[in-house]
Structure formats: C-alpha cells, structure tokens
C-alpha cells in the first residue's frame, strides 16, 4: 500500500507558524460570522442588533440548533422542554454543595457540569436526537449552577426552580430569591442573546477540537468553560466594573485614564483582537443599559459609565493611533450586570449561561464532520542529540 512522504526539515521550514492561529480557518460553519473590519456578528444569518432585544434567548438557542427561529408552538413546547431538565442529578448536586465551600465560581462550575454524565442513559449514542436532548440539559443546567453556587457559598438556602418562567427569569429567581422585574428579564435576555455565539473564539475551538475526538458533550463544554475561565477570554468583565467604580464620577475620567494610560495599565473594556471598530456587542449592550435606566430611573451610573467610553476611547486614540482600541463587549457587561444585581465575580460565569448556547450548536455541527481536529506543529527544537547514560554525565 502506498504511504505519503515523511516530511524533511527543508519541507517544514516552508511553513510558517501562524501565531495564535491568527488567520486560519480550522473549520467552516453556519452559526456566526464576525466582519471586525465593519463592525458586524452575523448569528445564523440575523444582525445581532436585530436579534438582541427582540428575540429570547430560548428563542436564539433554537436558532442555533435547528437553523430558523422557532413558531409560537415550537417556542412553548422548547421552553417546556428546557425546564423540565431543571432538575439535576444528585453527583451534581453533591458537587456543588463541595465547590460551595472551598471554590471560586469558574471553577465550581467547572467541577460541576463535568458531573452531569451522571444522568446520561444513553452514553453510548451519539446521535443528533439524543446530542440534542444532551444540549437541552447543559442549556437548562447551567444556569442552576451558578444560582444555586451563588445562594450556597453566602449561607443562602436553594431557591427551587419554577417551570413558569423563562430561562433568564428562573436564573434571577433562584439567584436573588425574589421575582424579577419585565426590566431586569429583558436586559439579561438581551446579554444571553448577545453572548450566545462569536465565531472560532478560544473556548468555542476547545469545544469543538474536543468534540471531534468522539467525546461526550459534557466533557466538550467542561473543557470550554476551562478556556473561558482565562482572563484573556472570559474573565475581564469585573476588571472593567471596578475601573468605572474607580473612576466614580465623570469630572474625574479624563485625568484617571491618562494618568493610568501614561503609567501602562490597560484600560479594561477596551480593545479587541477581531474588531477594528466598536464592538457591534458593546453597542446592543449600551442600548439595553440604558432601556434599563430608564425603566428604573437609575441614570447615574449609566451617565458615568458613558463618559468614561468617551475619554477612554479619545485617551487610547491619543496615545496609541492606529490601534482601534474601542469599546468592546466587556465594558457594557459590567453595566448591565451590576444594575440587575449580580457580583463581580460571577461575570463569566453568566457569560458561560449565555455561551453555552453556541457552544452546544458548535459541538452539534462539529459532530456531523465526523473528522477529528488535528493540526501540524512546526518544530523549532534542536536535532541529532544522543543519549549519554547518567554515570557519564558531567
């Protein structure tokens, strides 16, 4: 049988490394484009400002799984469907009780979702019905992770969940004990929706290089939240939060950022490796602050909020022309989450609620490949050394 060539050195030093990845294209899709010379995400053909802010976020994870956005009766039959798998096994609730105590919230839900095989029947089907039915349950649970974390680890007792509400709705719910407000629902739907997918971004990659291996979902969406958990993906939301708090009025803007500016700090919330322009998320996430705002009256931290967008994008445009140093979705999340009443710390996690929507789509779309993910290094290292044994060594 005929095999292909072994590859010389002459033939690798031919190739050239892409650092990052920076310009390959590892797989193609249907789910999301991001144009970062416009400015523009496109999720299953819709502009994200035409999704966010009209649409559900049950009705964009639909979207994402079945390629059309869902009839009434499609939509009322899946969000039955979700919260029903609001219960979860008890390895996972077990989990969580431990991860309450001693773990920061990536990491609890890190250690949790791994345990959410628990409950799979049918470990050994891999097929789409039963991949969906897997998604549906990693949609549904999530989010009753990091409510159920959040109520535990402040001595909190567990708000059970009720099947009346949406997702969002049920998360605030259990999180704060408390019915939300139509105003606080529709800027966390806003958020999910916008989060909910952005083309081969590190943890969506990780999914799906761990997907096409043959793994199981779970292990797919526990390796994703590994990768969101990095601050150089997922975890720079508090960091802007704690820059505005800093900040704490608008006359004081200008001089705090050029005096961070000049002493090399980077300023949180802006600046993105795709985007050459304005996020086109920050822009969804500044409308729906300030629709926020104005149901709740509370203008002030918005107004601050504003102004430090203005001097920080005139301040970066100063001193570093030519970067594109805009504001990204970073900036606007802190905002929005704080004013609904979540902590810091529980950013990324309710990134990953959004998230796992896009991942779970990839991890589907992934799978009808059937090719596993497999790319060349190039080797930099030396050649021709040989063993000396230990007793010779100098």
């Not at 345990?115 to 029947?121: F, G, P």
């Not at 989450?337 to 589907?364: C, K, M, N, Q, V």
Request: proline share 5%.
């Amino acid at each position: 049988m005929p095999t292909s060539p072994v590859p010389t050195q002459s033939d690798a030093s031919k190739n050239t490394a892409a650092s990052g990845l920076e310009g390959v294209v590892a797989a193609q899709t249907e789910l999301s484009d991001v144009d970062g010379q416009a400015g523009r995400l496109t999720i299953r053909g819709y502009d994200l400002e035409d999704l966010a802010g009209n649409a559900t976020f049950e009705e964009v994870v639909y979207l994402l799984w079945y390629g059309r956005l869902p009839t009434q009766p499609e939509l009322n039959a899946f969000q039955k469907q979700l919260a029903a798998h609001r219960v979860m096994p008890n390895e996972a609730e077990a989990a969580l009780q431990l991860a309450s105590k001693r773990m920061k919230p990536m990491d609890a839900l890190r250690f949790v979702v791994g345990s959410l095989t628990a409950d799979d029947k049918d470990a050994d089907d891999e097929s789409r019905e039963v991949n969906l039915e897997r998604a549906a349950k990693l949609v549904a649970r999530i989010p009753m992770i990091v409510a159920e974390y959040e109520r535990l680890r402040n001595g909190l007792e567990i708000v059970p969940p009720r099947d009346d509400l949406s997702l969002a709705a049920n998360f605030l719910y259990q999180l704060h004990g408390l019915a939300p407000s139509a105003p606080e629902v529709r800027g966390l739907d806003t958020y999910l929706v916008t989060v909910s997918d952005h083309g081969m971004n590190a943890s969506t990659f990780t999914a799906r290089v761990i997907a096409s291996t043959a793994s199981d979902m779970v292990s797919a969406v526990t390796g994703a939240i590994g990768a969101l958990k990095g601050s150089r993906h997922g975890g720079a939301p508090g960091p802007a939060l704690e820059m505005i708090q800093a900040i704490g009025s608008p006359d004081r803007a200008e001089a705090w950022m050029r005096d961070a500016v000049q002493h090399g700090k980077r300023l949180p919330g802006f600046g993105h490796r795709v985007y050459r322009v304005r996020d086109p998320r920050a822009e969804v996430l500044s409308q729906a602050a300030e629709d926020l705002a104005d149901e709740t009256g509370e203008q002030q931290a918005l107004a601050l909020a504003r102004e430090v967008e203005r001097v920080g994008v005139q301040v970066l445009s100063e001193a570093k022309p030519g970067r594109h140093l805009n504001t990204n979705v970073e900036f606007y999340t802190a905002l929005l989450l704080s004013e609904i009443g979540l902590t810091p710390d529980l950013f990324t996690a309710t990134f990953a609620i959004g998230r796992t929507a896009g991942w779970t789509a990839h991890i589907l779309e992934n799978q009808e490949t059937g090719r596993i993910i497999r790319p060349s290094s190039e080797y930099v290292g030396s050649r021709d050394r040989r063993y000396v044994p230990i007793s010779e060594r100098g």
